[in-house]
């Protein structure tokens, strides 16, 4: 039987919770939000690489647990899990988007209208059907960028997996080094940020961002030799390493816009210095106790449980009832997205990812018979 790690759902699940903050942080109304020392419920960018890395955790403990499943089973669920209800999400957000634009909101500032702008048709909504080839993402649902990203390393895990088990962990270390600063290379030679050939779905950020699947790898094939070495120190030491390692994680965009001037080299910089951090809060949280106690608290669990419809669901109910008050009720209309939002969230873990997560196993079922009968 597979280990599951609650706390690392939980851990999920408050990531989750910061995009969402992040998200109001960027409406003028809650610009405050970006600044300490709210930043540390409103930090992002760094939750979408702590996805990136428990993703790599969870699909390696999967792949490589008393279940094994095979390369195409593998692929079904994983499908199934993401591409459904993304799918779902597209379509809920287009369909928001005919019923409530109207006009760009003057009091909601640039990113509320560059998610929802005039001219979002039909092509759009077609070119996020097809998923993992290169198309513009920042509209309809902002989020989705990562979702791309996440579904195109996913067809390939089982081969880094394979690697990351087979080889020393300099190796798979070195590799990951060896793509990222590739990725960084390429843009540093065209002027481009990370962020905006991640937005337009681009190729070459692929590989980079496998250096975060990578790194959850590492710490499924190695959980139980760090927990065996981090058990030698106090829990005042690793509570102390625990709290640096959270404040380089939340302070990590601060401290590189007032070090780096260059924009590519602080987009690449950004995911170097956070993956440290991850890192760490990943590998305290298996090991610490205490902090794996608290992350197992029955609302946080659950939180984690929803965490990916909340990821993918928010930003439609707030761009939804922004358009909905228009120019009116300003403050008011913030709130009421904020109320709708983790309940909107609930009803689609239950309507939509459970039922594709049912899916993936029905269509697999045939598969998972002929193993069990192999090893009997």
Not at 226 to 239: C, D, E, M, P, V
Not at 304 to 318: A, D, K, N
Not at 351 to 366: D, F, M, N, W
Request: with cysteine; net charge positive.
């Amino acid at each position: 039987m597979t280990t599951r790690y609650h706390q690392l759902d939980s851990l999920r699940g408050i990531a989750a919770l910061t995009v969402v903050f992040s998200h109001y942080s960027q409406i003028t109304l809650t610009h405050w939000l970006q600044h300490v020392p709210w930043r540390a419920i409103a930090e992002g960018h760094s939750a979408v690489i702590l996805f990136f890395a428990l993703s790599g955790f969870a699909l390696a403990m999967q792949v490589t647990g008393d279940s094994k499943p095979g390369f195409a089973e593998f692929i079904v669920k994983r499908v199934c899990r993401i591409y459904i209800p993304y799918l779902i999400a597209v379509l809920a957000a287009y369909t928001a988007y005919c019923l409530l634009y109207r006009s760009n909101l003057s009091w909601t500032g640039e990113w509320v209208n560059q998610a929802w702008h005039a001219g979002i048709d039909r092509r759009d909504l077609l070119d996020h059907l097809y998923f993992v080839i290169p198309f513009s993402n920042s509209t309809l649902d902002p989020v989705l960028w990562s979702l791309v990203y996440e579904m195109r390393i996913s067809l390939i895990f089982p081969i880094l997996v394979v690697v990351v088990f087979a080889t020393p962990v300099w190796f798979s270390v070195a590799l990951s080094m060896c793509f990222s600063l590739a990725a960084f290379g390429y843009y540093h030679h065209l002027q481009r940020t990370l962020l905006d050939a991640s937005i337009q779905g681009e190729w070459m950020p692929t590989i980079h961002y496998m250096s975060m699947f990578v790194l959850g790898a590492l710490i499924a094939r190695y959980r139980e030799a760090i927990s065996s070495k981090l058990g030698a120190y106090s829990a005042r030491t690793l509570f102390g390493a625990l709290l640096i390692c959270l404040a380089l994680y939340v302070l990590v965009g601060s401290i590189t816009r007032h070090s780096i001037s260059n924009d590519v080299l602080r987009s690449f910089a950004d995911d170097w210095i956070i993956l440290p951090a991850v890192t760490g809060i990943l590998v305290l949280a298996i090991a610490l106790r205490p902090f794996a106690a608290f992350l197992t608290a029955r609302p946080l669990i659950f939180l984690g449980e929803i965490s990916f419809s909340l990821y993918l669901l928010h930003c439609i109910v707030l761009l939804g009832v922004l358009h909905y008050f228009g120019e009116t009720y300003q403050g008011m209309s913030l709130i009421i997205a904020a109320v709708l939002i983790l309940p909107v969230s609930i009803a689609g873990y239950y309507a939509v990812e459970k039922p594709s997560i049912r899916l993936g196993r029905y269509l697999t079922r045939g598969k998972q018979r002929s193993r069990v009968t192999q090893r009997a």
